[in-house]
Structures are given as structure tokens and as C-alpha cells.
């Protein structure tokens, strides 16, 4: 239990070193764009290459991943019909809500938690195949369209997603999984390093970008966000659960791993892609604050009562 709050505490204090950089004005205004341009371009794309590269992509997936794949994608479909019906988000704006609620903190929350819980992490593997495989490429695609690219020829359509740098390195740690080619020593260095401050860096920018903004959910963006956070952390474990045990017949840490998974909050890779495309920005930002805040109670429930 103590091991599930130390993962919170360990991110809410990086966070916090990012607002209280902005309020002493230790950086200079606008550095959390930069910031997320720095981890858009070259630290995510590096860890997704070393993330990718160590992972066995030809193992045969366990009752455990159906749940969390099925989880994912259940919820982001069911919140991209529930906000078109019940809110004004269109367009990206309802992309970037989507991603919100299926687009989990897999690699800086979910693997420490899950170790802490059930002593592996193997569970989480296959919702970042899917995250990196498939709901960036796809979700790149679709807000390329969205945000005024969609009037290119068809072939620069295509292409699209190839040209953009997190696709491009999901591709290349594929390969090197495929492949079981290991890269030199001289290559790996400079990839480790900016890989290692991928995180960080986007929890500073995170924090930074709290500072002066209204408090959480005000605004237009107070229906989009609620639903987004009920949608993630009270849905998404229940989900998970009614999936795990009753029709996958799971008990134990296999049944307690999908559903911890399935209440993880929002990754902060979402507030990163709200800000390069400039669309949903407060309401990725408050999901994020918000969806985080609220699983800390949720997954030491959890943790209570099917550890």
C-alpha cells in the first residue's frame, strides 16, 4: 500500500517543481511550449524507441491484455458518443477527449504501481503496444485532419503520420523488437539519456502550465472534464473488473493488475499533443490534474480489496 502512494507522491512532487519554477519566474514565460516541444520531438520519441526495443511483440497476449486492450478501446468509444451527445466538443476538441479517457499514465505510473501491487509489470506491456502502435498513429491521422490538413493530396495524407516524430520512433523500436537487433553502445547512450528526462521534463511542463490557470473545471470545460474522470477512473476499473472476472473467470493479482490498470488517470503525453496541436489545451490539462488526483483514492481501494 505505502509502495502505491510513493509512485503518486514521486510525480506530484516533479509537477509541483514545475508551478513553483513558473511562479518564482525561474524560467521565462511560454517555457512549458517549449518544454513540451523539447519531449514532443526528441525525449518521448526516444522512449519509445527504448520501450519498444526491449519488447517481446510476438508473445501471444494473456487473458490480462484482452482485458486492458478491450478496456481502453470500449472507453474511448463510449466517451467519443456520450461528449458528441451531451457536450459542444467537436473536431479535435473531441479527439483529444477520447485520448483522455483511453490514453493511460502506462509508463511512469503504471509500471511502478503495478510492481508495487502484484511484484510485476508485465500486464501494462500491452496497453503501451497499443498506446504507441496504435492510438498515436491513428489519433496523429486523425487530428492532422482536424487541425487543417486534412485538404492535402491524398498521397501527403497517407504519409502524414510517417513524417511525425513519435510515429516514426514506434516504427523503429517495432523494427528493433522484430529484428532482435541491439543497437551500439554509442547509439543507446544518447537515446537513454533523452529518454530518461521524457518524463521529468514533461511533469515540469505540466506543473508549469498550472500556474495561473483558473482552478480545475470551471468553465466550458467543466462537463468535458467531469465526464472525462468519471469516464477513466470509475468506469475504467469497473470495466476492467466485469471483463477480468466474469468473463475471463480471473482472480488474484490477475484479476487486481487489469483493473489497477484500468483506473491509472490521464497521461500527461495527451497535455503534450493538446499543446502541439493548440486545441482542448484547459480541458487536457484539468482531465490530467484531476483524473490523477481522483485514482489515488480509487486504486488504494482497490488495492484493499483485491490485493
Known sequence: ????????VGLGVVATLGYLLARWRALPDGADAVLSRLTFYAATP????????????????SASAVVVISTALILAAAYAVLARLLTRLRGADLTLGA?????????????????FAVGDAA??????????LVMVPVGFSILDAQTGRGSVSRTQALTTPLRNPLVLSVLAGLVLAMTGVSLPAVVMMPIDLLAD??????????????????????????????????????????????????VFG?????LLAPVIVGALPTAQNIFVYAMRYGRAVPMVRDTILVSTIVSVPVIVALVALLG
Do not use: H, K
Not at 500500500?1 to 503518486?8: A, E, H, I, P
Not at 480471473?250 to 490477475?254: C, E, F, H, N, V
Open 46 to 61: 526516444a522512449l519509445m524507441i527504448r520501450t519498444l526495443a526491449g519488447a517481446d511483440v510476438t508473445e501471444v497476449f
Open 99 to 115: 485520448l483522455t479517457v483511453s490514453y493511460v499514465n502506462a509508463g511512469n505510473l503504471g509500471i511502478p504501481l503495478l510492481v
Open 250 to 254: 480471473l482472480t488474484g493479482d490477475d
Open 197 to 246: 528526462v521524457a518524463v521529468p521534463v514533461m511533469l515540469v511542463a505540466f506543473g508549469f502550465s498550472l500556474r495561473g490557470a483558473p482552478a480545475p473545471g470551471r468553465g466550458d470545460v467543466r462537463g468535458p472534464m467531469w465526464a472525462a474522470v468519471a469516464t477513466r477512473c470509475l468506469a475504467g476499473p469497473v470495466i476492467a473488473y466485469l471483463l477480468a472476472a466474469r
Open 1 to 8: 500500500m505505502g509502495g502505491v502512494l510513493t509512485g503518486f
Open 123 to 132: 500486464t501494462i506491456a500491452p496497453v503501451l503496444l497499443l498506446q504507441l
